[in-house]
């Protein structure tokens, strides 16, 4: 089973839609949990951390379910520039307490 | 608003060559690491950098691959005999003492042929 796993899309959206995305990790141990967002041949940027209680900036909304070991990402209101791909990422898997696991990402295409 | 840089963007080099790739985390961060992401693959862990020495590092980074901070500044990246397999986006990271959150420097496109 995949340390961090992601449907890898593409979702494919009109402007002004709500989206949501979906990951699961292997490990009941990881500890921390982000949502990045990564533009073609980008760096990936953090978008938001992610906790046990929900989190929400703007559009968007995050939410963490421990016991299924289950992330997602609400996205409300869609806008163009939204179009990219979004890292479901975990730390604290395994023995890696301080490395990043990264998912392969949903791709996002927003359209006009 | 601080930000992880990288030098340089690109870098093609020929097998067997060595290569350095240059960060400079964002200042007041102490963390520091090493990801690569090979085209259309996932963004993975080569190491991560701590008071002086490795804290951690994956299978990946073998003895080819080296780290150092020569000064305040300045993190890098050494890959002692380059193969066609380490051609891949080089990504810098940094964290501060008070979080988990890395950001990520633009990254160095690495070029083996």
């Known amino acids: 089973r995949k340390e961090v796993e992601q449907d890898p899309g593409p979702f494919n959206v009109p402007e002004g839609a709500t989206v949501a995305f979906n990951c699961t990790y292997s490990n009941s141990a990881s500890q921390s949990f982000f949502w990045y967002r990564q533009d073609c041949r980008k760096e990936p940027k953090l978008l938001m951390s992610v906790y046990s209680s929900g989190n929400e900036d703007g559009r968007f909304t995050a939410q963490l379910n421990r016991a299924s070991q289950y992330i997602s990402l609400l996205i409300r209101d869609s806008k163009l520039s939204d179009s990219a791909t979004y890292l479901c990422?975990?730390?604290?898997?395994?023995?890696?307490?301080?490395?990043?696991?990264f998912g392969t990402g949903t791709r996002l295409l927003v359209s006009p | 608003e601080p930000e992880v840089t990288q030098t340089p963007s690109h870098q093609v080099t020929q097998m067997g060559q060595e290569v350095i790739l240059r960060c400079v985390p964002i200042s007041n961060h102490l963390y520091f690491y090493w990801y690569r992401q090979i085209l259309g693959q996932k963004v993975e862990f080569l190491v991560s950098f701590y008071n002086n020495e490795i804290s951690e590092k994956s299978e990946i980074f073998d003895d080819q691959f080296s780290v150092e901070r020569p000064d305040g500044s300045n993190f890098t990246l050494k890959i002692r005999s380059t193969k066609l397999e380490d051609s891949a986006m080089y990504f810098c990271a940094s964290k501060g003492t008070a979080t988990y959150e890395q950001y990520f420097g633009p990254g160095t496109r690495l070029t083996v042929t």
């Open positions: 990422v975990v730390r604290g898997v395994n023995t890696g307490f301080q490395k990043l696991v």
